[in-house]
Structure formats: structure tokens, C-alpha cells
């Protein structure tokens, strides 16, 4: 492991990134941007609508793009559907988030597979905007193209 000083320069600089250098590499804000976005995913998960709204910013937006069409909901509509019981188990998983922080704003754009009792109903991206609110980053906007062809290979990056 002596030579991961040297090494982790070089595979940045040709672009061959393994993942424990992509993991070394984070930022501590990139990393508390995607756990914000991750609190979020726990309370869909456990239909807590408390927890859904911890990290969003109240009066933010989420676009869910379906079929060429923009559908719009508040974060509070948002939470208050997924917080009605239901019985049907949800989970939402994000893969290879790409984040980028400037000062107070952040983005994470990573492709996502929504699960319904654990099979994948539909998958996508999600966008997700940030901004540093009294030292938290908290989540401003999200927008997300899910579609349900998810057996066919997504669009790279």
C-alpha cells in the first residue's frame, strides 16, 4: 500500500480509477452531500415521513420526467404520499453518484432502480440539488427520467 501516494495521482490523471481510489479521492462535503441524499432514501424506505423531510429544504420541487411529460410535487406532497401505509415495500438505490460541491451549492447526478418488494419497477437518474444550510446540506430540487425499460443498458455516466 506504500505506493498508493503515487498511484492515485497517476490513475486520476489517465482516468483508470479503481473504486478505493474514487472512495479516497471524495471530499468530506462530497461525502456529506451523498449522505444527505441517502437520509432521504432511508426514510422512503421506512415510509418516515419525518425522516423523508430532514434533509429537504421546505417549498423545494421534485420533476419526475415520464414520457416526455413534467410532473411536479412540493417535498411535503411528496412525503406525505409515501408516508400513507401501504404494503407494498419501497427502496430506492442510487449507483456511481457523480457530486460536484462549489462553496454552499452541490449537485449529485446518479442513476437510481426504484424497487417495489424487491423487484426493480422502474430506474433512472436522479439530479439532485444542495445547498449548505447552517453547516447541513440540504437538498433544494430533484428531478428524475424514471422509465421502466431498465433491462436495457443506461446511457454512460
Known amino acids: 500500500m506504500r505506493y498508493r501516494g503515487i498511484l492515485l495521482p497517476l490513475l486520476l490523471t489517465v482516468g483508470c480509477v479503481p473504486a478505493w481510489a474514487h472512495e479516497a479521492a471524495q471530499s468530506a462535503d462530497e461525502k456529506a452531500v451523498r449522505a444527505s441524499f441517502e437520509t432521504l432514501l432511508e426514510g422512503m424506505a421506512k415510509r418516515d415521513r419525518a425522516k423523508i ?4 429544504l ?3 420541487l421534485l420533476t419526475f420526467m415520464r414520457d416526455g411529460k413534467p410532473k411536479q410535487i412540493t417535498f ?3 412525503a406525505d404520499k409515501l408516508a ?3 404494503p407494498e415495500k419501497i427502496e430506492e438505490r442510487i449507483q456511481d453518484p457523480l457530486i460536484r460541491v462549489d ?3 452541490a449537485i449529485l447526478w446518479a442513476r437510481f432502480e426504484f424497487l ?3 423487484k426493480v419497477h422502474h430506474c433512472g437518474r436522479d439530479i439532485a440539488t444542495f445547498a449548505r444550510v447552517e453547516g447541513r446540506w440540504m437538498i433544494t430540487s430533484i428531478a428524475d427520467n424514471g422509465r421502466s425499460d431498465c433491462g436495457r443498458k443506461a446511457a454512460p455516466g
Do not use: K, N, Q, Y
Open 116 to 118: 417495489i418488494d424487491g
Open 58 to 60: 421546505p417549498g423545494g
Open 84 to 86: 400513507a401505509p401501504a
Open 103 to 105: 462553496d454552499d451549492v
Open 76 to 78: 411535503e406532497a411528496f
Open 53 to 56: 423531510l430532514e434533509r429537504l
